[in-house]
């Protein structure tokens, strides 16, 4: 009776995986998950409210997602697509153009297709830690935002590394801008040692992924809305159109142990086991990127592309998050008493990691375009598919995005160069996962 999904994954369970990747419950032996019953996935009956008009249990429950009083939480049973939705169409009748950070996840651009509406890109920086997008330049931002009716920013990064987002806020405060930060790989920020969160400074709209850090299932995120944030009642009226009408309890249910997770969260124990780890993985040869959030590890070797490392973890059934021409990124468990990860395990299995020692690779820098820009939202009517190598000079029709990290490095509407077509040629050679090419083949504007 076993259909493929449950086959493969039972082959990938008898095998003890370790994760180094999200969600935050690393396999069920993070935080309070065990607490959870397949009971609990009932509907709407009486005494268990309604996600979509809150007046009991589930208003009291979202009542304690209190990371700040000048917020309210609402929950986001399918994902923090649905809040980025909620909010980007909400300020759609607002005049004006959106700004946006170029590094914003695929679904602020599927926002914008969906109200088909302009947004400023935002000039930006680039790591020297990751050799990643970091955050928008603070040259010329100023003139960049202003006139702007709602400004987007991913913070943190996907690496874990955070720009100046205080200077960000008070740029946006001064011209009067309001904000959505996606936060999504900060649901744990705030925690002792670990980076503020946006909810500090005042953004009018937060968004954070639970599941990615925080032990809750995936698929469950908590859109944070300021009590003084405009458009904030069309925001809510609008999560219910992005909302499944059969919002799960079982996702309820994780972000509420979640939270107290969060509330109870004693890092003690997890700096302790963080520093072993970064021990053993230099005695055996690694480079370690640390950035500002702990929880985010960037591993390199000398002669190694990320991909080709990621496969030395793999054959130690250790998995990580993803790996790029440079590195391979990890996500680090919230380590606390009496958890159930199998920490002595990573270690045995890490100190039996063997690398070949080799120089025959060379890493080479992913050309991120960091000049402002023009995004047109709307959908391309009459579209061909066609061979990339054959595609210079034509209309992209669709967005090619890596994932992870969902980001977008070439734009629908953009016109196809020959970096372009380089590019996805070794993202092709290399069997990388990349939304928007299938066998060699991508979609052109029909001209």
Known sequence: MNGPLMRKFNELLNAYPISLHVPGHKNMTIGYLEQLNFKMDMTEITGLDDLHHPESVIAESMEGISKHPDYDAYYLVNGTTSGILSVIQAFSKEIGKYAIARNAHKSVFHGLDLVQAQAKLLEMDISDATNQYLGPKKSFLYNQIKDSKLAIFTYPNYYGECFDIHYIMDCLKALNVPSLIDEAHGAHFGLEHFPVSSLTLGADYVVQSYHKTLPALTMSSVIFIH?????????????????????????????????????????????????????????????????????????????????????????????????????????????????????????????????????????????????????????????????????????????????????????????????????????????????????????????
């Open 227 to 447: 009590k003084n944030a405009p458009y904030r009642n069309e925001v809510i009226k609008y999560l219910t159109y992005f909302q499944s009408s059969s919002p799960s309890y079982l996702l309820m249910n994780s972000l509420e142990l979640a939270q107290t997770f969060y509330d109870d969260y004693d890092s003690k124990l997890f700096f302790k086991k963080r520093k072993q780890l970064i021990q053993l993985l230099k005695r055996k040869g690694l480079e370690i990127v640390e950035v500002e959030d702990p929880l985010k590890l960037s591993i390199r070797y000398k002669g190694y592309k990320g991909y080709a490392l990621q496969s030395y973890f793999e054959e130690q059934n250790i998995y990580v998050e993803l790996s790029d021409d440079f590195q391979v990124l990890i996500v680090l468990p919230l380590w606390h008493e009496d958890d159930r990860y199998p920490f002595a395990a990573l270690l045995s299995r890490l100190d039996n990691m063997y690398i070949e020692k080799r120089l025959n690779e060379t890493n080479h820098s992913v050309p991120f375009r960091t000049e402002s820009g023009l995004y047109h939202g709307g959908d391309i009517a009459h579209v061909r598919e066609i061979d990339f190598r054959n595609a210079e000079n034509k209309i992209l029709a669709n967005h090619i995005i890596p994932y992870p990290p969902g980001i977008p490095l070439m734009f629908k509407g953009e016109k196809i160069t020959e970096n372009m077509v380089k590019l996805m040629d070794y993202w092709c050679s290399h069997q990388l996962r990349v939304e928007g090419i299938k066998n060699y083949k991508i979609e052109i504007k029909d001209e």
